[in-house]
């Protein structure tokens, strides 16, 4: 499977792009900046430099699947973490890229219900998790807890609706890049933290 990562760069994309370089995935790195290219070849992958404020188009075209883990860290929330989003769904849809991964963030779906300066972020989340879940695609939404740069365990909580909590980055790219084959998780919606059950078998049960 040819896998497109946005946001490969990024916390949980570089965890992501790690994990599925070592797994039966061609994988392409989707980096902004031309500086950031050897940095992610590094990790024995493909790199494209593309930006999702602009035409990603050239990205796009050969992909079989698309994990999105791009974030502007709260400088341009509408212009990457909304539009962005949503450009590279309707990417995906018109050059026929079936498999779409999300990744989304704990009450995204309740910004109202959270504090003040979530909500714009929040909102935006909002936006493009619905913009997926309107599209042809087979998409997977996953929406971790507070992140943390602690150790993967290997072992989540995920479920519909879950108590507010952590997980690490490291264990959230292992639950996107297992979900992307995970047959259980087309067309579905979790949140997740870390807990007692091994990814794979958590999954299986979402």
């Not at 070592?22 to 790195?29: K, N, P, S, Y």
């Not at 079936?98 to 995204?108: E, G, K, Q, T, Y």
């Not at 639950?175 to 087309?186: F, K, M, Q």
Request: glycine residues 8%; hydrophobic residues 40%.
């Amino acid at each position: 499977m040819n896998v497109l990562i946005a946001g490969s760069h990024g916390g949980v994309g570089q965890h992501i792009t790690e994990v599925l370089s070592e797994r039966d995935h061609t994988v392409q790195a989707m980096v902004r900046e031309e500086s950031q290219v050897s940095e992610m070849e590094a990790f024995g992958v493909e790199v494209v430099v593309a930006d999702l404020t602009e035409d990603v188009s050239t990205a796009v075209d050969g992909s079989d699947a698309i994990i999105f883990a791009a974030g502007s860290g709260g400088e341009d929330v509408e212009g990457v973490d909304r539009d962005g989003a949503i450009r590279l769904i309707d990417e995906a849809e018109e050059h026929g890229v079936p498999r779409f991964v999300m990744l989304s963030a704990i009450n995204a779906d309740n910004p109202e219900e959270s504090p003040d300066a979530l909500r714009p972020y929040l909102e935006a989340k909002l936006a493009a998790d619905e913009h997926l879940q309107a599209s042809e695609l087979t998409e997977t939404i996953v929406r971790p807890g507070e992140l943390t740069n602690e150790s993967a365990t290997g072992r989540i909580e995920a479920a519909r609706r879950v108590e507010r909590g952590q997980v690490t980055r490291a264990d959230v790219a292992r639950t996107l890049g297992t979900a992307l084959d995970t047959e259980n998780t087309y067309g579905k919606t979790f949140e997740m933290i870390e807990g007692d059950e091994p990814i794979e078998s958590a999954l299986e049960t979402v």
